[in-house]
């Protein structure tokens, strides 16, 4: 049972707008940001957005992050086939003092 | 261009214990941040092992904390992680991670990962 709550999984098809919710508590996303990692089969997870709703170089601005009170979210615009991957939220828990992850969300592009 | 590389024995005996090790190259473990080891079993999501400084201060999940140990070696650039009494749950791609800050201002920005290592306990 993960910290952050995040749905099994999501779908959409080519062009289209998708979104990742990520839900926690005020120990962690109500306190700290969100950062979002994104993992293709039999490789290492890739920082996504960090620090809420910033990229790190290299990273399309298709993809944002937002986030409000104890939720965050991933979107992704104009989805495109190779998107398809699990996405995974992250941030600091001020109460366990240790970090925490949601359980991912494994996106399919239809 | 920084590089994390894992390496250790692929497979354990049940209740032996795993080690691992973390090369760095590109940056110098000893200008600072906090390093992680981080699992993920088959099929499952990511999960936090600890994180160890520069300084050699650690910080365990309290889940392995009886059981792990994380040591660094700034004259190698490296840094280590020790898992005993394993078993076959143990049983996971092991990855070892930058963190470039926690908190408030960073959450936990984890920007360099090593490509991972499959470790088999059986």
């Known amino acids: 049972q993960s910290v952050l709550t995040q749905p099994p999984s999501a779908s959409g098809t080519p062009g289209q707008r998708v979104t990742i919710s990520c839900s926690g508590g005020?120990?962690?996303?109500?306190?700290?940001?969100v950062n979002w990692f994104q993992q293709f089969p039999g490789t290492a997870p890739k920082l996504l957005i960090h620090?809420?709703?910033q990229w790190p170089s290299g990273v399309p601005d298709r993809f944002s992050g937002s986030k409000s009170g104890t939720s965050a979210s991933l979107a992704i615009s104009g989805l495109q086939s190779e998107d398809e991957a699990d996405y995974y939220c992250a941030t600091w828990d001020d109460s366990l003092n240790g970090p925490v992850f949601g359980g991912g969300t494994k996106l399919t592009v239809l | 261009q920084v590089q994390l590389q894992e390496s250790g024995p692929g497979l354990v005996k049940t209740s032996e214990t795993l080690s691992l090790t973390c090369t760095v190259s590109?940056?110098?473990?000893?200008?600072?941040?906090?390093w992680d080891w981080i699992r993920q079993s088959p099929g499952k999501g990511l999960e936090w092992i600890g994180s160890?400084?520069?300084?050699?201060?650690?910080y365990y999940n309290p889940y392995f904390k009886s059981r792990v140990t994380m040591s660094v070696d700034t004259s190698k650039n490296q840094f280590s992680l020790r898992l005993n009494s394993v078993t076959a749950a143990d049983t996971a791609v092991y990855y070892c991670?930058?963190?470039?800050?926690?908190?408030?201002?960073?959450?936990?920005?984890?920007?360099?990962w090593g490509q991972g290592t499959l470790v088999t306990v059986s």
């Open positions: 590109g940056l110098f473990i000893s200008h600072g941040y906090f």
């Open positions: 005020s120990s962690n996303i109500g306190s700290n940001s």
């Open positions: 160890i400084y520069h300084s050699g201060t650690t």
């Open positions: 620090r809420s709703n």
């Open positions: 991670v930058r963190e470039a800050g926690r908190g408030h201002t960073y959450g936990w920005d984890l920007d360099y």
